[in-house]
Every structure is written in structure tokens, then in C-alpha cells.
């Protein structure tokens, strides 16, 4: 659709420019400019933010960080001058539950040290004073102190290195878990009040502060950290399964490719029938409901006896309502209407299902006519797949770039204590005043390196640097944020530029006269080029849109998240309704993107007349988009459902060993988790199913708004024939001069473009 639908008296405008009746155009127009400038170099320096941050992880970054266990002072356990020391305990585990939102923002508020192995044994400081004045290395060798601090060569006593933090209140016999000491199976010595018997003599396990421990809460920890250890299991063993396994899974994705692009292909002759056989099922069916239910009231109402009654009353007994007639009467009387209303609903629509249809089947002859826009998909996909991966690790990478921050935590309330909660620390010279008791200086994270020599690359760029990263330090979350909001808009715009590319070729087969001569020898291509030399500010534009109401719905389930045990119904109402309305308004947005795209695609105006055309082009015509829109999603649904069910049936049979075939069964891996590979499986074959039809919905669509052109601006005489094929014009009692000729519409290929 192209400058061949206007005549000279019928000008419009797109994009600032009119565009006027030309007998030689074929399909979208060649001559355009690039559209939405501004918004294009926007997307660029963004894109470019993106990369100096990735950048900035990459060359400062360790994600072996992220994943060992840090000591209050920063020293990473295992490497370095902790080497042997490959284990985290914490001073007192129980902290770390008390306030968990806390503890996640800014660590536990406890003392964590490497050590070489998790203590075997119970002990606790009262008890090991009393033990010393027997055996003072004895039961000073049992104590856990932080670096630096010798309890067999320490002069202070017991109770003092325990209230200068010097070392730890007690001990439980633990294990590693994750790289951390947890707690093992609690015995019967460590009840509901941590009672412990040494010696003889009862003590209460208390920490340093005197609070006695509780043994619920440490075994609050102890489940928590056993949950950690089962998962980890897991994984392990579900690694097993696709390490045995993957073979076989890319076997199973190669079948749901061929069983996609088959049913594709099939789906010109399949669509009708099965259209009209689910009406007929659907309407047989309530036509048989309706008679059943009005049978069984009659039934009913001439039954004598104290099983038929006319009172209705709630009850939990289901068969007291099957005896009630005025039951089946209401289930009648609905069953009834339904089937009228869908009767005179089929009736009415009769016309527009038959269009839709047709143009089913006029989608999948262009898919079919042009095969290289079901390989088309994987670039896109394949793309998607590379931002994802560099999302996943620029984020690891920033979150572990730079040097370690630490931050203030534990500070008590009310205290007069110089510092609070997160403000920065340094773990080498800190040391808790009297109002600051109870007091850590946690490890909180990475920042940038600020001394970083930024002039080697850059000429003057450490003056800029510098301050720079030092207010990223202080708000470490902006760089994320930044990243995420990129991720999103990248994902948006890969999407975008997938449907316009497709939508320019599909438009070149739609605007050609004659379909077996009048197709450009690569519309794909074409198509391509166009896209990315033309509108790629336009697809950015419409990208940018989508990811600020994503990151908008993100906001308000972190808002929902946080609101989670408050009693404020009326807020957590409005979120709800907040998180509905934006729900709906990407959806909206999507359908009108989508639209948007294919105008631009075919007319190469911007971004907005593109979408105000294309919105005003459905409006005119609703019902014929809602029909033709439902019709095409049931289809692409049946067809989703066969192909993901089909592989996924036989996937299990196989990997269970169900297939009586001695060949599957010599093959057949053993498993640990077999339905965790068959949905790996099932959830490949979706994306695969969802690549190969989303081509042929793209298809569908970009044909419906080069049918609602047709309509409007053609009449069928030699200077306006309709490009419509010619069952669309039989539905629509339309048809053509029958003077024109494919070279009255066409006369020439455009410059330097050969016809097929």
C-alpha cells in the first residue's frame, strides 16, 4: 500500500509530506525520510549510558564476590589473607532474623569473622569462665574471636573480650551451609529457653547483651539456612537432568519447529472448517443443555412426592439443588438466552467471520510465499537472548564493581549516638562509644573504584569521573535502575523493529496486483533496510512508551510488596486498582504500537501520525478488528495448544519410558526430576510455537489494515482497483473493472529492483 492508492483529487498528509497517486508504486513507498530524529539519538546516548556502566562493572566488577562470604572488616573468606579460612560464622545468627527488611538493606547487625571450621560444640561464656578457672587454655580454645585477638594470650577476661565484641557470646555445634555456619539439629540440651547442663550446673545460653537466646529462634535459622542447603541439593540434581539430558531437548525443539511451520502451511486449508465446527459444537451444545434442563423440569414439576419441591434454601448438599425444579427452570432460561444471543450474534457477524477467514487464509499464502519471514524470527529472538544475557551480567558485574562499602548498623534509638543507620563506615578504625553500644560496621556492597586511572583512556576524564562516581557510591541503586529501565527499552524496541520489518514485507504482498509477478525479488530485505535506515527513532519512540508503564507496573508491585501485612485496606485498594489500570493500559498500548508499526512500515511517517492513523483506521471499522482479532488469536491458540501438547506428551512417554520401543528405551536417560525436563520442554516449544505464529498474527494484521486502505481509498475503476483478493471482494459483493489489467496498475519496477 503505497502512493498507488491515492489519486490526485484524495491527498493526505504523513509525516509532513503528501502523498499522491502513482500508477509505477508497488507495495510500502520507497521514497521516505528518517522519521522521529530526536527521539534516535535519545535511544543512542542511552544505549551508550548503558554500555559506560557495563563498562565500568566489567573492568571493576568480581561476581566471585557476590558469591563468597564477606567478614565484618571486609576480608573476602577463602582468598587472600583468609586463605584456610573458608567459612563465615556470625557472633550471634539470631540478629539476622529480628529485622529482616534491615538485615537485607544492610547486612546482619552482628559481627561476622572467617574461620578455618564451624564450631563442634556447644559453649557459651558463663560456662567456659567457670570451666577456666580449671582449665584456662582449654576453655579459652574454644572461644571464636574476631582477627587479631588471641584468647589464649589475651589478658582481659572472659566476660570483657565477650562486651568488647572481641569475641563470641557462645557457640553451637554447626556445619557449613553455603559457605556459612548454621546451626546443626538442635538436641534435647537446647529447649524452648536454650537450657544447657554442663558440669552439673543449669545455665541459660545468653548473648552479649544478656538476652537469653530462645532455642525457636534458632531454629528459625537453622530452617531457613536447611531450606538454603535443600534447594542447593536440587539444583545440583537438576543439573544432573539436563547435563543427561540436553541432547534430547534441542531433538524436541527441533520437532516443534517442523510441527510449527506444518501446521502453519495447513492452516489456509484447516481455518474455515474449524471455525465453523466450534460454532456449531458451541451452539449444539447449549442447544442440548437447554433441552436437558427444561426436560428435567418438566420431569420435575410433574413428579409427585417429597423428593420435588419448589423451595429454594442454601445448603451443602449438592443433590438437594439437582431436586429442585425451579433450578433447572434458571438454568434453562440462561442456557436459553445465551443461545439466542449467540445466534443473532453468529448471524450478525456471519459476514465479518467469513472476512476473517479469508484473511487467515491470505496470511498464511504470504507466510508461504515468503518463507524467509519464518527464519526472520530468530534474529530478533537471538538479539532479545544477547541484551538478556548482557543485562544479567552488567548487573552482577555493577553490583560487585569497585571497592567494598560499609555503613553503619545496629546503631540503638535515642541514644545520642554520633551516627545512624547506614550512614559510611570504615570497618579499620571503627570502634563503638559508650551511646553507640551494640553497634556494627557492615559490609554493605561494591562502588566505584574513584581512583580508577581514567586518563589512560580519556584525556581530562578523571575530573569528570571522579565526582561522579562518588554520588553513585552513595545511591548504588541509581546505576541498576538505569540498567533495568535499558533492559526493558531495548526488549521493547527488538520487538518493535521484528513487527515493522515484518509488516513492510507482508504490505509488499498485499499491495501487489499480481501476486505470482508484482512481489519484489527480497521483501524482506527491503523491508529490513527501510526499518532500521529510516524509522529507527520512530520504533524507539514507541518502545520508550512501553517501558515506562512496565517500570511504573514494577513500581507498584514493590509498593504492594512492601504494604504487605499493613492494615491499610484503602491504600492497598487504590494499588491494586493502580496495578489493574496499568495492567490494561500496556496491553492498549502494545495493540496500538503494533498497528503504529505497520503504518510506518508502509506510509514511512513518524511515530505519531502513524499511530493516530492507524487508531482513527480501527475505530472506523471496530467490529470487523474485534472479529477478525478473536478469530485469529482462537486459531493461533488451538494451534499454540497442539504443537506444545503434541511435543510435550511425547516427551514424557519418552523420558518415562512409556514409548514400547526397544530403540527410545536403550536411549532414554535416567532422571532425577522427569516433569522439570518435560516442561523445559513444553516452555521451548511455547517460545518456538510463539516465534513461528507470531509471524503469521503479524501477517493476519498487517493484511487487515492493508484491507481497511484498500476499502477506503479504492473503488475498483482502472485508476482505483482494489488489491483485495478476489474472495474478500465475493464476500463483499466488491469487484474490479473489468478493464484493468495488471500492468495498468503496475507499470514498471521501481530503479535498480527486479521482479521475481
Not at 564477606?70 to 576480608?75: A, L
Not at 572472659?158 to 551451609?177: F, G, H, Q, R, W
Not at 538476652?211 to 542447593?232: C, F, R, W
Not at 465453523?276 to 420431569?299: H, K, P, R
Amino acid at each position: 500500500m503505497g502512493d498507488a492508492e491515492k489519486s490526485p483529487n484524495n491527498k493526505e498528509s504523513h509525516g509532513g509530506r503528501e502523498e499522491k497517486y502513482d500508477p509505477t508504486a508497488r507495495g510500502p513507498i520507497k521514497n521516505r525520510g528518517c522519521t522521529d530524529i530526536i527521539c534516535c539519538i535519545i535511544f543512542i546516548v542511552f544505549i551508550l549510558g548503558m554500555i559506560i556502566f557495563g563498562a565500568l562493572g566489567f573492568t571493576q566488577g568480581n561476581p566471585r564476590q557476590l558469591i563468597l562470604p564477606r567478614d565484618s572488616e571486609g576480608r573476602i573468606c577463602g582468598l587472600d589473607d583468609q586463605e584456610g579460612k573458608s567459612t563465615l560464622f556470625y557472633f550471634d545468627l539470631t540478629k539476622c532474623i529480628q529485622n529482616i527488611p534491615a538485615t537485607v538493606a544492610l547486612g546482619c547487625p552482628t559481627r561476622q569473622v572467617c574461620v578455618a571450621s564451624c564450631p563442634t560444640e556447644y559453649s557459651f561464656y558463663v560456662a567456659l569462665e567457670a570451666q577456666a578457672i580449671l582449665d584456662r587454655d582449654a576453655a579459652r580454645k574454644k572461644m571464636v574471636c574476631r582477627p587479631g585477638v588471641n584468647a589464649l594470650t589475651d589478658s582481659r577476661t572472659i566476660s570483657n573480650m565477650i562486651k568488647d565484641d572481641a569475641c563470641a557470646s557462645y557457640t553451637l555445634e554447626s556445619a557449613p551451609v553455603i559457605g556459612r555456619c548454621v546451626p546443626k539439629a538442635l538436641s534435647d540440651a537446647v529447649n524452648s529457653v536454650a537450657n544447657v547442663v554442663q558440669n552439673g550446673v543449669q545455665f541459660n545460653i545468653t548473648g552479649a547483651d544478656n538476652i537469653p537466646l530462645s532455642g525457636d529462634a534458632i531454629k528459625t535459622v537453622q530452617e531457613a539456612m536447611a531450606k538454603m542447603q535443600s534447594a542447593k541439593e536440587i539444583g545440583e540434581r537438576l543439573l544432573q537432568d539436563f547435563t543427561a539430558s540436553w541432547p534430547f531437548i534441542l531433538a524436541a525443539y527441533g520437532v516443534a519447529v517442523i510441527v510449527s511451520f506444518l501446521w502453519i502451511v495447513i492452516m489456509r486449508w484447516i481455518a474455515k472448517p474449524m471455525i465453523y465446527i466450534t460454532c456449531i459444537a458451541v451452539l449444539g451444545l447449549l442447544g442440548f443443555g437447554t433441552y436437558y434442563c427444561f426436560n428435567q423440569y418438566m420431569t420435575l414439576k410433574n413428579k409427585q412426592g417429597a423428593n420435588a419441591t419448589n423451595t429454594f434454601y442454601f445448603t451443602t448438599n449438592f443433590d438437594v439443588y439437582l431436586q429442585n425444579q425451579n433450578v433447572w427452570l434458571g438454568f434453562g432460561s440462561v442456557s436459553a438466552a445465551v443461545l439466542l444471543i449467540l445466534i443473532l450474534i453468529f448471524l450478525f457477524l456471519l459476514k465479518r467471520i467469513q472476512i476473517a477467514l479469508a484473511l487467515i487464509k491470505e496470511g498464511s499464502k504470504a507466510v508461504g510465499g515468503m518463507m524467509s519471514t519464518l527464519l526472520w524470527p530468530i534474529f530478533p529472538f537471538l538479539f532479545q537472548v544477547a541484551v538478556v544475557a548482557y543485562w544479567i551480567g552488567s548487573t552482577v558485574y555493577i553490583a560487585s564493581a569497585g571497592k567494598p562499602l560499609y555503613v553503619y548498623n545496629g546503631v540503638p534509638n535515642n541514644t545520642g549516638c554520633a551516627w545512624k543507620n547506614g550512614d559510611p563506615c570504615n570497618p579499620k578504625n571503627f570502634s563503638a562509644s559508650t551511646n553507640c553500644t551494640g553497634s556494627y560496621c557492615n559490609f554493605k556492597g561494591y562502588g566505584y573504584n574513584v581512583s580508577y586511572p581514567f586518563n589512560q583512556y580519556l584525556p581530562q576524564a578523571e575530573v569528570y569521573f571522579t565526582g561522579v562516581l562518588t554520588f553513585l557510591n552513595q545511591y548504588t541503586w541509581i546505576p541498576q535502575l538505569y540498567n533495568l529501565f535499558g533492559f526493558f527499552w531495548l526488549l521493547f524496541f527488538v520487538q518493535a523493529v521484528n513487527q515493522c520489518v515484518l509488516a513492510g514485507a507482508f504490505a509488499s504482498y498485499y499491495w501487489a496486483f499480481d501476486k505470482s509477478k508484482d512481489l519484489p525479488t527480497l521483501p524482506l530485505l527491503g523491508s529490513i533496510g527501510r526499518t532500521l535506515l529510516y524509522h529507527t527513532g520512530s520504533l524507539a519512540f514507541g518502545s520508550f512508551i512501553l517501558a515506562v508503564i512496565r517500570m511504573i507496573r514494577i513500581l507498584l508491585e514493590y509498593l504492594d510488596h512492601k504494604l504487605k501485612g499493613r492494615e491499610n485496606a484503602v491504600a492497598k485498594f487504590f494499588l491494586k486498582c493502580l496495578k489493574c489500570c496499568f495492567y490494561c493500559l500496556e496491553k492498549c498500548i502494545k495493540f496500538l504500537n503494533k498497528n503504529a508499526y505497520i503504518m510506518i512500515a508502509v506510509y514511512g511517517s513518524n511515530f505519531c501520525v502513524s499511530a493516530k492513523k492507524a487508531f482513527f483506521l480501527i475505530l472506523s471499522n471496530m467490529v470487523r478488528a474485534v472479529v477478525v482479532d478473536k478469530v485469529t488469536d482462537f486459531l493461533l491458540f488451538i494451534g499454540k495448544v497442539m504443537v506444545v501438547a503434541g511435543v510435550a506428551v511425547f516427551a514424557w512417554y519418552f523420558f518415562s519410558g512409556g514409548i514400547p520401543l526397544q530403540a527410545f528405551k536403550d536411549v532414554n536417560p535416567a532422571l532425577n526430576f522427569p516433569p522439570v525436563t518435560v516442561t523445559v520442554i513444553a516452555l521451548g516449544t511455547y517460545i518456538i510455537a510463539s516465534c513461528f505464529f507470531g509471524v503469521y498474527e503479524m501477517a493476519v494484521d498487517t493484511l487487515f489494515l492493508c484491507f481497511l486502505e484498500d476499502l477506503e481509498i479504492n473503488d475498483g475503476t482502472a485508476a482505483k482497483p482494489y488489491f483485495m483478493s478476489k474472495e474478500l471482494m465475493n464476500i463483499l459483493g466488491k469487484k474490479n473493472n473489468s478493464q484493468v489489467q495488471p500492468a495498468d496498475v503496475h507499470a514498471k519496477p521501481d530503479k535498480g529492483e527486479t521482479v521475481a
